[in-house]
Protein backbone atom coordinates (compact mmCIF):
# COMPACT_ATOMS: atom_id res chain seq x y z
CA UNK A 1 0.00 0.00 0.00
CA UNK A 2 1.73 3.11 -1.25
CA UNK A 3 1.53 5.43 1.43
CA UNK A 4 2.70 9.72 1.57
CA UNK A 5 5.55 10.03 -1.19
CA UNK A 6 8.05 13.01 0.41
CA UNK A 7 9.13 13.58 -3.05
CA UNK A 8 6.14 13.62 -5.04
CA UNK A 9 6.57 17.34 -5.79
CA UNK A 10 10.32 16.80 -7.17
CA UNK A 11 11.08 18.69 -4.27
CA UNK A 12 11.28 16.79 -0.79
CA UNK A 13 8.90 17.28 1.89
CA UNK A 14 9.67 14.61 4.56
CA UNK A 15 7.64 14.03 7.34
CA UNK A 16 7.49 16.21 10.37
CA UNK A 17 9.54 14.18 13.15
CA UNK A 18 8.41 14.60 17.23
CA UNK A 19 9.82 16.37 19.61
CA UNK A 20 11.07 15.36 23.44
CA UNK A 21 8.02 16.48 24.94
CA UNK A 22 6.06 13.37 22.47
CA UNK A 23 8.14 11.13 23.33
CA UNK A 24 5.84 8.18 24.88
CA UNK A 25 3.13 9.56 23.05
CA UNK A 26 4.00 8.63 19.99
CA UNK A 27 2.50 5.08 18.81
CA UNK A 28 4.88 2.61 18.12
CA UNK A 29 4.36 -0.80 16.83
CA UNK A 30 6.19 -3.51 15.16
CA UNK A 31 3.63 -3.44 12.16
CA UNK A 32 4.03 -0.02 11.60
CA UNK A 33 6.99 1.47 8.94
CA UNK A 34 9.51 2.40 11.40
CA UNK A 35 7.16 1.50 13.58
CA UNK A 36 5.02 4.56 13.74
CA UNK A 37 3.25 5.31 9.96
CA UNK A 38 0.53 3.40 8.80
CA UNK A 39 0.77 3.73 5.30
CA UNK A 40 -2.79 3.92 3.29
CA UNK A 41 -3.24 5.03 -0.71
CA UNK A 42 -2.00 8.71 -1.19
CA UNK A 43 -1.37 9.56 2.43
CA UNK A 44 0.63 8.44 5.91
CA UNK A 45 -0.75 8.92 9.04
CA UNK A 46 1.14 8.49 12.74
CA UNK A 47 -0.51 8.13 15.96
CA UNK A 48 -1.06 9.81 19.65
CA UNK A 49 -1.38 6.55 21.82
CA UNK A 50 -2.38 8.25 24.80
CA UNK A 51 -5.13 10.31 22.65
CA UNK A 52 -6.11 8.10 20.51
CA UNK A 53 -6.44 10.31 18.01
CA UNK A 54 -3.74 11.33 14.66
CA UNK A 55 -0.88 13.60 15.31
CA UNK A 56 -0.99 14.42 11.56
CA UNK A 57 -1.98 13.01 8.52
CA UNK A 58 0.40 13.38 5.16
CA UNK A 59 -1.24 13.28 1.58
CA UNK A 60 -0.22 13.88 -1.95
CA UNK A 61 -2.75 15.46 -4.17
CA UNK A 62 -2.60 14.88 -7.67
CA UNK A 63 -4.90 17.46 -9.27
CA UNK A 64 -4.82 15.72 -12.63
CA UNK A 65 -5.60 12.58 -11.78
CA UNK A 66 -8.63 13.06 -9.69
CA UNK A 67 -11.89 10.46 -10.45
CA UNK A 68 -15.51 10.83 -9.05
CA UNK A 69 -16.26 8.15 -7.14
CA UNK A 70 -19.00 6.98 -4.82
CA UNK A 71 -18.10 7.66 -1.52
CA UNK A 72 -18.41 4.35 0.96
CA UNK A 73 -19.42 5.86 4.55
CA UNK A 74 -18.05 2.18 5.82
CA UNK A 75 -15.88 3.40 8.63
CA UNK A 76 -13.55 0.62 10.06
CA UNK A 77 -10.83 0.24 12.57
CA UNK A 78 -7.29 -0.41 11.16
CA UNK A 79 -5.83 -3.59 12.84
CA UNK A 80 -2.55 -2.52 12.28
CA UNK A 81 -3.09 0.32 14.71
CA UNK A 82 -5.25 -1.67 17.07
CA UNK A 83 -8.37 -1.02 18.35
CA UNK A 84 -7.38 0.22 21.84
CA UNK A 85 -5.43 2.94 20.20
CA UNK A 86 -8.12 4.81 17.83
CA UNK A 87 -11.60 6.24 18.82
CA UNK A 88 -14.74 4.13 17.24
CA UNK A 89 -18.04 5.25 16.55
CA UNK A 90 -18.87 5.28 20.09
CA UNK A 91 -17.35 8.74 20.39
CA UNK A 92 -19.32 9.91 17.15
CA UNK A 93 -22.86 8.24 17.71
CA UNK A 94 -25.39 10.76 18.46
CA UNK A 95 -24.00 14.12 19.10
CA UNK A 96 -22.97 16.89 17.01
CA UNK A 97 -19.05 15.92 16.82
CA UNK A 98 -18.18 14.70 13.20
CA UNK A 99 -15.65 12.55 12.26
CA UNK A 100 -13.28 15.12 10.41
CA UNK A 101 -11.26 13.24 7.75
CA UNK A 102 -7.62 14.68 8.26
CA UNK A 103 -6.89 13.21 4.97
CA UNK A 104 -9.74 14.38 2.85
CA UNK A 105 -11.73 11.64 0.79
CA UNK A 106 -12.44 14.05 -1.97
CA UNK A 107 -8.41 15.16 -2.23
CA UNK A 108 -7.32 12.03 -1.56
CA UNK A 109 -9.33 10.18 -4.38
CA UNK A 110 -7.08 10.02 -7.81
CA UNK A 111 -5.04 7.95 -9.29
CA UNK A 112 -4.37 6.34 -12.97
CA UNK A 113 -7.53 4.38 -12.84
CA UNK A 114 -11.18 4.66 -11.42
CA UNK A 115 -10.61 1.43 -9.54
CA UNK A 116 -7.43 3.05 -8.03
CA UNK A 117 -9.21 6.17 -7.08
CA UNK A 118 -11.86 3.78 -5.55
CA UNK A 119 -9.37 2.27 -3.31
CA UNK A 120 -8.13 5.64 -2.22
CA UNK A 121 -10.92 7.22 -1.53
CA UNK A 122 -12.07 4.01 0.67
CA UNK A 123 -8.99 3.87 2.29
CA UNK A 124 -9.62 7.31 3.97
CA UNK A 125 -12.35 6.06 6.27
CA UNK A 126 -10.28 4.41 8.76
CA UNK A 127 -11.23 5.85 12.69
CA UNK A 128 -7.24 6.38 12.62
CA UNK A 129 -8.02 9.22 9.45
CA UNK A 130 -10.48 11.05 11.70
CA UNK A 131 -10.61 13.52 14.95
CA UNK A 132 -13.58 15.40 16.70
CA UNK A 133 -14.54 17.99 14.43
CA UNK A 134 -18.24 19.85 15.58
CA UNK A 135 -20.81 19.86 12.70
CA UNK A 136 -20.74 23.00 12.31
CA UNK A 137 -16.69 23.49 12.07
CA UNK A 138 -16.04 20.40 9.86
CA UNK A 139 -18.97 21.20 7.68
CA UNK A 140 -18.31 24.90 7.42
CA UNK A 141 -14.93 26.49 8.19
CA UNK A 142 -12.48 23.35 8.04
CA UNK A 143 -14.82 22.77 4.69
CA UNK A 144 -13.82 25.85 2.79
CA UNK A 145 -10.36 26.14 3.74
CA UNK A 146 -10.22 22.04 2.31
CA UNK A 147 -12.12 23.53 -1.01
CA UNK A 148 -8.97 25.90 -1.51
CA UNK A 149 -6.64 23.50 -1.34
CA UNK A 150 -8.31 20.67 -3.59
CA UNK A 151 -9.07 23.73 -5.76
CA UNK A 152 -5.69 25.47 -5.46
CA UNK A 153 -4.47 27.57 -8.56
CA UNK A 154 -1.31 28.71 -6.97
CA UNK A 155 0.67 25.50 -8.16
CA UNK A 156 2.69 24.49 -11.18
CA UNK A 157 2.87 20.84 -11.61
CA UNK A 158 -1.08 19.88 -10.49
CA UNK A 159 0.47 18.44 -7.13
CA UNK A 160 0.18 19.16 -3.87
CA UNK A 161 1.20 17.85 -0.68
CA UNK A 162 -0.96 18.28 2.71
CA UNK A 163 -0.45 17.66 6.16
CA UNK A 164 -3.05 18.04 9.18
CA UNK A 165 -3.71 17.54 12.45
CA UNK A 166 -4.92 18.26 15.68
CA UNK A 167 -4.17 21.18 18.52
CA UNK A 168 -4.96 20.38 21.87
CA UNK A 169 -5.17 23.37 24.22
CA UNK A 170 -4.99 23.65 27.51
CA UNK A 171 -8.43 23.33 28.29
CA UNK A 172 -9.70 21.21 25.97
CA UNK A 173 -13.33 19.51 25.96
CA UNK A 174 -13.84 15.62 26.39
CA UNK A 175 -16.43 13.32 25.47
CA UNK A 176 -17.02 9.96 27.69
CA UNK A 177 -19.45 8.01 26.01
CA UNK A 178 -21.41 5.23 27.91
CA UNK A 179 -18.98 2.47 29.29
CA UNK A 180 -16.17 4.52 27.47
CA UNK A 181 -13.17 6.10 28.78
CA UNK A 182 -13.07 9.98 28.23
CA UNK A 183 -11.19 11.45 25.14
CA UNK A 184 -9.99 14.94 24.24
CA UNK A 185 -11.63 17.20 22.06
CA UNK A 186 -9.20 18.87 19.64
CA UNK A 187 -9.29 22.78 20.20
CA UNK A 188 -8.48 23.12 16.69
CA UNK A 189 -6.44 22.16 13.92
CA UNK A 190 -3.66 22.95 11.43
CA UNK A 191 -2.80 22.37 7.57
CA UNK A 192 0.62 22.94 6.06
CA UNK A 193 0.28 22.90 2.16
CA UNK A 194 3.20 22.37 0.05
CA UNK A 195 3.49 22.79 -4.24
CA UNK A 196 5.62 23.86 -7.06
CA UNK A 197 4.84 27.81 -7.44
CA UNK A 198 5.30 29.11 -10.80
CA UNK A 199 8.85 30.19 -10.78
CA UNK A 200 9.79 26.05 -10.12
CA UNK A 201 10.45 26.59 -6.22
CA UNK A 202 8.89 25.31 -3.32
CA UNK A 203 6.20 27.24 -1.62
CA UNK A 204 3.84 26.46 1.20
CA UNK A 205 1.15 27.67 3.39
CA UNK A 206 0.42 27.00 6.85
CA UNK A 207 -2.80 27.87 8.64
CA UNK A 208 -4.48 27.01 11.96
CA UNK A 209 -7.92 27.45 12.63
CA UNK A 210 -10.18 27.28 16.01
CA UNK A 211 -12.77 25.14 17.39
CA UNK A 212 -14.02 28.22 19.40
CA UNK A 213 -16.99 29.24 20.42
CA UNK A 214 -17.41 31.57 17.20
CA UNK A 215 -16.68 28.60 15.25
CA UNK A 216 -19.29 26.14 16.65
CA UNK A 217 -22.77 28.03 16.46
CA UNK A 218 -23.57 27.80 13.29
CA UNK A 219 -22.56 27.20 9.55
CA UNK A 220 -22.65 30.70 8.29
CA UNK A 221 -18.41 30.78 8.28
CA UNK A 222 -18.15 28.96 5.48
CA UNK A 223 -18.28 32.66 3.90
CA UNK A 224 -17.26 34.45 6.81
CA UNK A 225 -14.36 33.16 8.44
CA UNK A 226 -14.66 35.74 12.11
CA UNK A 227 -11.02 35.25 12.20
CA UNK A 228 -11.09 31.45 12.58
CA UNK A 229 -8.53 31.16 9.23
CA UNK A 230 -5.24 32.62 9.87
CA UNK A 231 -2.25 31.93 7.72
CA UNK A 232 0.58 31.56 10.45
CA UNK A 233 4.17 30.34 10.77
CA UNK A 234 5.45 26.83 10.92
CA UNK A 235 7.12 27.58 14.24
CA UNK A 236 3.60 28.40 15.87
CA UNK A 237 2.59 24.83 14.58
CA UNK A 238 5.64 23.03 15.85
CA UNK A 239 5.11 24.71 19.51
CA UNK A 240 1.45 23.96 19.64
CA UNK A 241 1.75 20.05 18.79
CA UNK A 242 5.50 19.13 19.00
CA UNK A 243 5.81 17.84 15.95
CA UNK A 244 9.54 18.97 14.29
CA UNK A 245 8.94 19.92 10.50
CA UNK A 246 11.81 19.67 8.37
CA UNK A 247 13.82 22.78 7.49
CA UNK A 248 12.84 23.25 3.80
CA UNK A 249 9.32 23.63 4.80
CA UNK A 250 9.99 26.64 7.39
CA UNK A 251 12.30 27.88 5.15
CA UNK A 252 9.50 28.45 2.11
CA UNK A 253 6.43 29.19 4.40
CA UNK A 254 6.91 33.42 4.18
CA UNK A 255 5.44 34.25 7.47
CA UNK A 256 7.62 35.49 10.41
CA UNK A 257 7.51 33.21 14.55
CA UNK A 258 10.18 35.79 16.16
CA UNK A 259 11.25 39.39 14.96
CA UNK A 260 13.38 40.22 12.95
CA UNK A 261 14.90 43.79 11.08
CA UNK A 262 14.04 42.00 7.87
CA UNK A 263 10.51 41.22 8.81
CA UNK A 264 10.28 44.96 10.25
CA UNK A 265 11.99 46.76 7.63
CA UNK A 266 11.55 44.76 4.56
CA UNK A 267 7.87 43.02 5.41
CA UNK A 268 6.60 45.70 7.33
CA UNK A 269 5.60 43.21 9.71
CA UNK A 270 4.70 44.69 13.55
CA UNK A 271 3.41 41.80 15.79
CA UNK A 272 5.13 38.06 16.27
CA UNK A 273 4.14 35.46 16.00
CA UNK A 274 2.62 36.51 12.48
CA UNK A 275 -0.78 35.95 12.17
CA UNK A 276 -2.61 37.02 8.57
CA UNK A 277 -6.64 37.14 7.86
CA UNK A 278 -7.54 34.48 5.35
CA UNK A 279 -11.06 35.35 3.91
CA UNK A 280 -10.01 35.44 0.65
CA UNK A 281 -7.00 33.82 -1.56
CA UNK A 282 -6.41 37.55 -2.38
CA UNK A 283 -5.80 37.70 1.42
CA UNK A 284 -2.81 35.24 1.04
CA UNK A 285 0.62 36.51 1.68
CA UNK A 286 3.77 35.29 -0.67
CA UNK A 287 7.38 35.42 -0.21
CA UNK A 288 8.87 38.73 -0.49
CA UNK A 289 5.27 40.40 0.13
CA UNK A 290 5.01 43.46 1.89
CA UNK A 291 2.65 43.53 4.72
CA UNK A 292 -0.23 46.36 4.84
CA UNK A 293 -0.22 48.53 7.75
CA UNK A 294 -2.78 48.21 10.26
CA UNK A 295 -4.15 50.52 12.97
CA UNK A 296 -7.29 49.08 13.51
CA UNK A 297 -6.73 49.14 16.99
CA UNK A 298 -4.83 52.66 17.18
CA UNK A 299 -7.42 55.10 15.25
CA UNK A 300 -10.70 55.12 16.50
CA UNK A 301 -13.36 55.07 13.17
CA UNK A 302 -14.85 52.22 12.66
CA UNK A 303 -17.46 50.43 9.80
CA UNK A 304 -20.45 50.55 11.97
CA UNK A 305 -23.45 49.10 9.68
CA UNK A 306 -23.88 48.03 6.26
CA UNK A 307 -26.85 47.50 4.25
CA UNK A 308 -26.24 44.23 1.83
CA UNK A 309 -29.28 42.77 0.93
CA UNK A 310 -31.34 45.72 -0.12
CA UNK A 311 -34.36 45.21 -2.56
CA UNK A 312 -34.48 46.18 -5.88
CA UNK A 313 -31.25 47.09 -7.74
CA UNK A 314 -28.81 46.24 -5.11
CA UNK A 315 -25.95 48.31 -6.73
CA UNK A 316 -28.35 51.46 -5.84
CA UNK A 317 -29.17 50.51 -2.64
CA UNK A 318 -26.03 48.79 -0.78
CA UNK A 319 -24.77 51.27 1.99
CA UNK A 320 -21.91 51.59 4.55
CA UNK A 321 -22.31 53.31 7.54
CA UNK A 322 -18.71 55.21 8.91
CA UNK A 323 -18.75 56.83 12.31
CA UNK A 324 -15.51 58.55 13.98
CA UNK A 325 -15.09 57.50 17.59
CA UNK A 326 -12.05 59.88 17.78
CA UNK A 327 -11.63 63.18 19.70
CA UNK A 328 -10.98 65.05 16.67
CA UNK A 329 -12.58 66.23 13.94
CA UNK A 330 -11.62 64.11 10.87
CA UNK A 331 -11.48 64.76 6.25
CA UNK A 332 -12.07 61.93 4.62
CA UNK A 333 -10.94 63.57 1.43
CA UNK A 334 -8.54 60.58 0.10
CA UNK A 335 -9.92 57.24 2.56
CA UNK A 336 -11.15 54.54 0.43
CA UNK A 337 -13.79 51.95 1.02
CA UNK A 338 -12.83 48.83 -0.64
CA UNK A 339 -14.30 45.04 -1.12
CA UNK A 340 -11.71 42.54 -2.01
CA UNK A 341 -12.24 43.30 -5.79
CA UNK A 342 -12.79 46.90 -6.11
CA UNK A 343 -12.50 50.76 -3.93
CA UNK A 344 -14.38 53.61 -3.58
CA UNK A 345 -12.97 56.63 -2.78
CA UNK A 346 -14.41 59.05 -0.09
CA UNK A 347 -14.73 62.84 1.30
CA UNK A 348 -16.75 64.87 3.50
CA UNK A 349 -15.52 65.14 7.31
CA UNK A 350 -17.28 63.99 10.57
CA UNK A 351 -17.13 65.39 14.28
CA UNK A 352 -16.54 63.17 17.39
CA UNK A 353 -19.21 60.71 17.71
CA UNK A 354 -20.65 61.67 13.43
CA UNK A 355 -21.63 58.63 11.24
CA UNK A 356 -22.05 59.09 7.43
CA UNK A 357 -23.95 56.65 5.15
CA UNK A 358 -22.14 56.13 1.87
CA UNK A 359 -24.34 55.00 -1.18
CA UNK A 360 -24.51 53.77 -3.67
CA UNK A 361 -21.27 51.92 -3.26
CA UNK A 362 -20.32 51.32 -6.98
CA UNK A 363 -17.90 50.02 -7.85
CA UNK A 364 -17.88 48.13 -4.69
CA UNK A 365 -20.54 45.25 -4.48
CA UNK A 366 -21.34 43.54 -1.34
CA UNK A 367 -22.23 39.93 -2.02
CA UNK A 368 -25.27 38.33 -0.36
CA UNK A 369 -22.89 35.61 -0.31
CA UNK A 370 -21.01 37.27 2.45
CA UNK A 371 -17.83 39.36 2.19
CA UNK A 372 -14.95 41.63 4.06
CA UNK A 373 -14.95 45.62 4.04
CA UNK A 374 -11.84 47.65 4.40
CA UNK A 375 -11.54 50.83 5.36
CA UNK A 376 -8.15 53.25 4.58
CA UNK A 377 -6.69 56.31 5.27
CA UNK A 378 -5.20 58.86 2.41
CA UNK A 379 -1.91 56.51 3.15
CA UNK A 380 -2.99 53.22 2.69
CA UNK A 381 -2.84 51.97 6.09
CA UNK A 382 -5.91 49.70 7.25
CA UNK A 383 -7.52 51.62 9.75
CA UNK A 384 -11.09 49.01 10.06
CA UNK A 385 -11.89 45.52 8.57
CA UNK A 386 -15.37 43.85 8.97
CA UNK A 387 -17.18 40.28 7.94
CA UNK A 388 -20.36 40.13 7.08
CA UNK A 389 -22.09 37.04 7.32
CA UNK A 390 -24.46 35.49 4.40
CA UNK A 391 -27.60 37.34 3.42
CA UNK A 392 -30.53 34.98 2.90
CA UNK A 393 -33.96 36.74 1.28
CA UNK A 394 -35.52 36.68 4.33
CA UNK A 395 -32.74 39.41 5.41
CA UNK A 396 -33.45 41.81 2.82
CA UNK A 397 -33.25 45.46 3.24
CA UNK A 398 -32.02 44.55 6.70
CA UNK A 399 -28.74 46.19 7.91
CA UNK A 400 -26.04 44.41 9.05
CA UNK A 401 -24.71 45.86 12.91
CA UNK A 402 -21.24 45.10 13.43
CA UNK A 403 -22.67 45.43 17.66
CA UNK A 404 -19.59 43.31 18.77
CA UNK A 405 -17.21 46.19 18.70
CA UNK A 406 -16.64 49.32 21.52
CA UNK A 407 -18.98 51.63 19.71
CA UNK A 408 -18.05 54.82 22.48
CA UNK A 409 -15.93 58.09 21.86
CA UNK A 410 -12.67 57.44 22.80
CA UNK A 411 -11.27 58.90 26.00
Known amino acids: MKG ?128 LQHANFNQDEWLALEDWVKDLKLDSSDKISVISGPIFGDFARSITPAGRTTALIPAGFFKVVAYINKQDALEVRAFIMMQDTDALKDKSGRNLFNHQRYQVSITEIEEKTGLIFPSQVPDNNPLFFNETSEARNNANVHD ?93 RLSNKGGTISLYNPSGERIDRVKYPEQPQKFEDKPVIFAKRDLTVAA
Open 4 to 131: YDPDFLGKPVPLPTFSPGLIGSVLEKPELEHGVYAHYHNYTVAMNKELRTPLFAALNIDQALFKSVNRSDNWRIDTRIGAENQLNNDYYRSNPWDRGHLARRSSAAWGNSAREAKHASDDTFYYSNAS
Open 272 to 364: FPEHIEVDHPSDMVGVGDRRETVLDEKIHVYIAAALVNASGNEALGEWVSIINLSNDRLNFDGWKLKDPQNELSLQGSLAPGEAMQVGPLSPI
